[in-house]
């Protein structure tokens, strides 16, 4: 029985590795500028995970040794057994998080692959809010915002990509501030979820903004 030990960002990772290793394999000749690009692609791979045994870095490094797209498609085909999906989360967990939205909707959570979610959220079209459920050290972190369409392009906070952006803007409550008085964080966001988490190879960004504002 396969063990997973590959979350959705670091399989971006890999597929990103991929992509740009099949590329230089299209257009360079030079065989030492290709064993470079090889060992890179191998080394940036492996980096983005601590604790790797000795299988599981053998299994990741073979991105190396390959030269057909069908090679590429079959190695990560052959990793999919290995990814550690979101971790399990009922509707009661949802609404427990967002007590104040009574009418709370909430996509329907089995038509969603978890295997490629890092981060969980979605759009209330009536009330213009973006919702957030994030895992994190063993407990989900809920948080909402009011979302903007900007009908630009830019560079999202959470994968990095040049993508059509959003404006979140959510409330918080300084320390030792006044019961009433709450202010306003705000940052540039997808408005597509699940392009965003197709993309995304690094949780820091996402991690800072969601506990920066953390209820």
């Known amino acids: 029985m396969s063990t997973p030990f590959i979350r959705n960002h670091q399989y971006n990772i ?50 190396s040794t390959f030269e057909t797209a069908f090679d590429f498609q079959r190695y990560l085909s052959a990793l999919e057994p290995y990814l550690e999906p979101y971790p399990p989360i009922t509707l009661k967990q949802i609404q427990k998080l967002f007590p104040k939205n009574k009418k709370l909707k909430i996509p329907d959570l089995g038509s969603i692959d978890f295997r490629y979610v890092t981060y969980l959220s979605w759009v209330d079209i009536a009330t213009n809010k973006l919702f957030i459920v994030y895992p994190f050290e063993g407990q989900f972190i ?72 953390r209820k």
């Open 14 to 63: 890999i597929k990103k590795q991929a992509e740009f290793l099949q590329k230089t394999l299209r257009t360079v000749a030079d065989r030492r500028v290709l064993e470079t690009v090889r060992y890179r692609a191998a080394t940036n791979i492996i980096e983005a995970f601590p604790g790797l045994t000795k299988d599981q870095q053998r299994m990741l490094e073979q991105i």
């Open 142 to 213: 809920g948080i909402e915002g009011r979302i903007t369409p900007t009908h630009k392009k830019g560079y999202c906070l959470f994968c990095n990509r040049h993508q059509e952006l959003a404006f979140l803007a959510v409330k918080t409550k300084p320390a030792n501030a006044l019961p009433d008085h709450y202010s306003s964080i705000g940052q540039y966001v997808c408005i597509e979820n699940q392009g965003c988490n197709q993309s995304i190879t690094d949780t820091a960004s996402l991690e800072k903004f969601i506990l920066s504002v």
